[in-house]
Nanobody, 123 residues
Framework: VQLQASGGGLVQTGGSLRLSCAASGSIFRLDDMKWYRQRPGMQRDWVATITPGGITGYADSVKGRFTISRDNTKNTVYLHANSLKPEDTAVYYC??????????????????WGRGTQVTVSS
């Protein structure tokens, strides 16, 4: 199972980016999908969560500016980041709770991480 994040880049203050994270492999079910970020010199912080039914939650620092969404047919989660600020500069990581096919059965994998994608916001 692999989570591949993409869509990061360099953007000016006030700009927008759309991050994507696609899950691949022998996936039986994708449950909660999340975005985290790690700013330089700081711990990794939670940004947003979306449930399989589309219920969302956001950190106060991004509420009203970021939108999380998912396409269950593509096993993909998105983060639409608008009105970006220099303090949004970070490596963004996706995280998923999922169930995979393992041999003749199923295996629960909670908190699976993908590789990050760098977002840099210039002032």
């Amino acid at each position: 199972v692999q989570l591949q994040a993409s869509g990061g880049g360099l953007v000016q203050t006030g700009g927008s980016l759309r991050l994507s994270c696609a899950a691949s492999g022998s996936i039986f079910r994708l449950d909660d999908m999340k975005w985290y970020r790690q700013r330089p010199g700081m711990q990794r912080d939670w940004v947003a969560t979306i449930t399989p039914g589309g219920i969302t939650g956001y950190a106060d620092s991004v509420k009203g500016r970021f939108t999380i969404s998912r396409d269950n047919t593509k096993n993909t989660v998105y983060l639409h980041a608008n009105s970006l600020k220099p303090e949004d500069t970070a490596v963004y990581y996706c995280n998923a709770d999922l169930t995979v096919v393992a041999g003749t059965g199923l295996k629960r994998m909670s908190g699976t991480w993908g590789r990050g994608t760098q977002v840099t916001v210039s002032s």
